[in-house]
């Protein structure tokens, strides 16, 4: 019995009959879909008007005038800019790696912030990933691997040969030559997606690997250039012999209403026409039967009338997961797609555009004065012209100019009494806006505190979706397709223990199997910041703890104090400043003799050398050598020196230190007790009348009555 052909990942599916009627089956249900939630992606559309600040047929009043009150656009950017920065702190750190047994495998995460950097994660993902969530209610990023070719050409210096005998610099001048290569840039695609060109079904699911768990499908929509079909072809995507029939559909299918061209929208609001022709698609991911068991494939469909199936194969990605991150900017039970937070403000910005046209018309007339007279009196009104010098050939006592009521001031206060309500609306408080102020009164302390703390509060729980939902979820990916793909080895930064140290490593491609966790540290490295004072009067506190008291316990400070100047300098200056001496290179006696100090050289000491092993060897040189320039002497009395601190400093260690619980002495000044906490804010002023802490009597005394 001849042994079943296995499929793999490169076999397209559809050519089977009964595979290709499972996929039109599907096909109906993808296009029902899209139709189902074709009110969503009108009301986004709206959304986007308001972002863009369009004058569109939801207002009410239709005057002269045509101004539109940036109130959400506003609110948006001010939104996404502060999102941004609590995502990317500018301490340059984003990811935390763990390994199963506890080690922090330095390389890895160095490896996934180059990506990072590489991606553009900052500038061209995250930043309209906020836009698109404020407008759309949703958080949608595809993430695919990108391999291009840079066919590179330089310049290379040759010597000159004679007889196979290399000649020197001064018998004769190299050649240059011209050298050819191709350089490979293997790194993943990060795409932000519109929420109206995804579609997941069931709508009732959680996320999108529990809508594939119960049979369901997630489509996104694809828009191909005639290039990109082509290449679809050429890569095996999509079936050689549909490829004809879908180029001769371009932009058919892009009349159906229940499709909106988001990129189309933002297109027109930027004055750019796009009038290229372009071929609808859809990619779909979905489980289907193959080999006896249900697997991940993704089918691309096309055509209106038509369906054609284009191709349909498994997983092309090793880790077998759908590429596409979808997250709701707030949870909705029961609903995998979220409310756009600016929906419930349209109609305040609708009222705040109707209210500075309308005082703006009447603005128009207020500057312009009306003239009243009496045409009895004054046949001759034809002469009342406004000009200089003009002459009016009118009785003054029955002419009087009127002034229209100036509207428009009343209109402000309507659009900024809107404003105020959307920024409450959406969390947007005054430090936020560039050049806000508190208002007509003029904010305390306490109430910036207050909105410090509002703001806070607020953002870590806007942007806790993000870690947890998007930017971990890319960092996984990142990591996975990187075991799959990457074939050569990459020069990235090396980062050192909790910092960042001034050296590039290779690090060859991850493996798939391996026991990693990735987290996306950016929003925790913020946070932390307004966190480390309380750490550091808490290792104050642990630091007056006898020795007694902690069985099986021990106080290592050097943790908390690396993360603690890293937040505060940030960890490319950190290590700078709270040195990590055992990252330092100690070399023998012999080898500094030999390569530094026989030849004059003022060698460093490093703190981990043996101070002891080192002076005799040293001594022997100069007594060999006399030490003419003096750079022996030298560096012995560094050795002698550092050997006395270290004795000065383990004998304090025994006795213990000053300003500690059993030091020698009495506190240092300057030094806080252990268990000292930072102050707290003084007591308010009390009523008037009220006598003075240090004004009253000791307990029992008896207090003379005050003088009336």
């Known amino acids: 019995m001849a042994k079943k052909r296995k499929i793999d990942r490169d076999t397209e599916l559809s050519k089977k009959k009964s595979v290709e009627d499972k996929l039109v089956k599907l096909y109906d249900k993808v296009e029902k879909g899209f139709i189902d939630q074709s009110q969503r992606a009108d009301d986004q559309m709206d959304n986007w008007d308001m972002y863009n600040c369009v004058l569109a047929d939801k207002q009410y009043y239709h005057g002269t005038s045509k101004i539109f009150v940036p109130i959400i656009y506003n609110a948006v950017n001010a939104r996404a800019t502060r999102f941004v920065n609590q995502l990317f702190p500018k301490g340059g750190r984003y990811v935390e790696v763990v390994s199963q047994n506890g080690d922090i495998p330095h390389e890895k995460a160095a490896l996934l912030e180059h990506y990072v950097r590489k991606c553009k994660l900052r500038t061209e993902v995250a930043y309209p990933l906020m836009v698109n969530g404020d407008n759309e209610g949703q958080y949608n990023v595809y993430v695919s691997w990108s391999t291009a070719a840079r066919h590179v050409t330089w310049k290379e210096q040759v010597p000159v040969k004679a007889g196979g005998i290399e000649l020197e610099a001064d018998e004769a001048e190299p050649i240059e030559e011209m050298k050819d290569d191709v350089i490979l840039e293997d790194r993943p695609v990060v795409e932000v997606l519109s929420d109206s060109d995804v579609c997941i079904l069931p709508a009732t699911v959680n996320n999108v690997e529990d809508a594939l768990a119960q049979g369901g499908s997630v489509t996104i929509i694809r828009r191909w250039t005639k290039s990109q079909v082509e290449d679809l072809v050429e890569n095996g995507d999509i079936r050689e012999d549909n490829g004809d029939f879908l180029l001769d559909e371009m932009s058919k299918a892009e009349e159906s209403k229940a ?77 995998v797609k979220g409310l756009a937070p600016v929906a419930p403000c349209a109609q305040l910005q609708y009222a705040a555009n109707d209210a500075i046209n309308e005082g703006m018309d009447s603005a128009a007339y207020a500057l312009l004065p009306i003239i009243a007279t009496d045409p009895l009196k004054n046949p001759r009104t034809a002469t009342m012209i406004l000009d200089l010098a003009a002459v009016w050939e009118v009785d003054p006592n029955s002419t009087k100019f009127m002034q229209f009521p100036q509207l428009w001031k009343e209109a402000f206060e309507i659009v900024g009494a809107t404003e105020q309500k959307v920024f409450q609306t959406l969390g947007v408080n005054p430090a936020m806006i560039p050049q806000s102020t508190g208002g007509k009164n003029k904010r305390n302390q306490a109430e910036i505190a207050n909105e410090r703390q509002v703001d806070l509060l607020m953002t870590a729980d806007s942007v806790t979706v993000l870690e947890e939902g998007v930017f971990t979820p890319i960092l996984e990916r990142f990591a996975e397709y990187d075991a799959q793909f990457r074939t050569q080895d990459a020069r990235v930064r090396a980062y050192g223990y909790m910092g960042l140290k001034a050296s590039m490593e290779t690090v060859p491609p991850l493996r798939m199997g391996e026991e990693l966790s990735f987290v996306w540290y950016g929003v925790e490295q913020a946070k932390n910041i ?34 603690a100047a890293g937040f505060i300098f940030g960890h490319r200056i950190a290590p700078l400043v709270f040195e990590d001496i055992s990252k330092q290179f100690t070399f023998p006696a012999e080898w500094e003799n030999e390569h530094a100090l026989r030849e004059g050289h003022d060698w460093p000491v490093s703190p981990t050398d043996p101070d002891q092993e080192h002076i005799p060897e040293h001594a022997k040189l100069l007594k060999e050598t006399g030490d003419p320039s003096g750079a022996i002497r030298q560096h012995i009395f560094k050795h002698t020196q550092q050997l006395q601190q270290k004795a000065m400093a383990q004998a304090a260690a025994q006795s213990g230190q000053p300003g500690t619980p059993g030091g020698a002495g009495k506190g240092l000044q300057g030094t806080p007790r252990p268990g000292g906490q930072v102050a707290g804010p003084r007591q308010n002023k009390g009523p008037a009348g009220m006598i003075a802490p240090d004004k009253m009597g000791a307990a029992g005394a008896v207090t003379p009555p005050r003088k009336m």
């Open 530 to 563: 307004a966190d480390a004072q309380q750490q550091i009067a808490f290792l104050n506190v642990l630091r007056g703890i006898p020795p007694q008291q902690l069985p099986g316990r021990r106080i290592n400070a050097v943790p908390a104090l690396e993360a």
């Open 259 to 335: 499709n909106s061209n988001i990129g189309k929208h933002h297109a027109d609001a930027a004055g750019i026409k796009e009038k290229g022709r372009v071929a609808l698609g859809y990619e779909t991911w979905h489980r289907m039967e193959v080999d006896g068991s249900k697997r991940l494939v993704r089918t691309f469909f096309a055509g209106q009338g038509e369906k054609l199936v284009l191709g349909c194969k498994l997983n092309p990605y090793w880790n077998d997961r759908c590429p596409l991150i979808s997250v709701a900017v707030k949870k909705v039970s029961g609903q």
